[in-house]
């Protein structure tokens, strides 16, 4: 059923860590292959980001390495919750796996249960029958003895 392998920690890991060494440099698409209005944003962006450079490029630099931390810091938080989520599921399949062959055992003591109750029934109901053949060859022999003393 599942079309599409999970991928491992290590490989999430890689993946966003490619991204990460993306951060800081600039867009390599030129503005003739964007729409109009896209041309105008990455104008727009370039002139604030050129002012920025021009006034303060150690705090931009200061920033950018902020922002580094941070997403790294996320990235191993992430990695660490994959983990956690990853054990869990293990858990929670192991747990299946135990109510699933319980449940099995739970259905076949009772279907077990059942038959022995249908052969006590059907050996309570011979007794019964024979007990009440016994109680008729009785009161059979009773006849015949009240009859004997009669003549």
Same mark, same amino acid.
């Not at 370039?46 to 002012?51: A, C, E, M, R, Y």
């Not at 450079?53 to 705090?59: F, G, I, R």
């Not at 019964?128 to 016994?134: A, E, F, L, R």
């Given at each position: 059923?599942? *079309?599409k392998?999970a991928?491992t920690?290590?490989?999430?890991l890689?993946?966003?860590?490619s991204f990460?060494s993306l951060m800081g440099?600039?867009?390599?698409?030129s503005?003739?292959?964007r729409?109009?209005?896209?041309?105008?944003?990455?104008?727009?962006e370039?002139?604030?980001?050129?002012?920025c450079?021009?006034?303060?490029?150690?705090?931009m630099?200061?920033?950018q390495?902020?922002?580094?931390?941070?997403v790294?810091?996320k990235i191993? $938080?992430?990695?660490?919750q $994959?983990?956690?989520?990853?054990v869990?599921q293990?858990?929670?399949e192991s747990q299946?796996?135990?109510?699933s062959?319980?449940?099995?055992?739970?259905n076949?003591?009772?279907?077990?249960?059942?038959?022995?109750?249908?052969?006590?029934?059907?050996?309570l109901?011979q007794m $019964?029958?024979?007990?009440?053949?016994?109680e008729?060859?009785?009161?059979q022999?009773?006849q015949?003895?009240? *009859?004997r003393k $009669?003549?």
């Open positions: 059923m599942k *079309s392998q991928q920690p290590e490989q999430i890689h993946i966003l860590r990460k440099k600039q867009n390599s698409m503005p003739q292959t729409c109009q209005t896209c041309v105008q944003t990455v104008k727009k370039g002139k604030q980001t050129f002012d450079l021009l006034t303060s490029p150690m705090v630099m200061e920033d390495e902020c922002v580094r931390e941070g790294e810091e191993e $938080i992430l990695s660490n $994959i983990k956690q989520m990853q869990k293990e858990q929670l299946h796996y135990q109510l062959k319980n449940v099995k055992k739970l076949l003591d009772k279907k077990q249960q059942l038959q022995e109750r249908s052969q006590m029934v059907r050996k109901d $019964i029958d024979i007990q009440t053949k016994q008729d060859n009785l009161n022999l009773k015949l003895f009240a *009859s $009669i003549i």
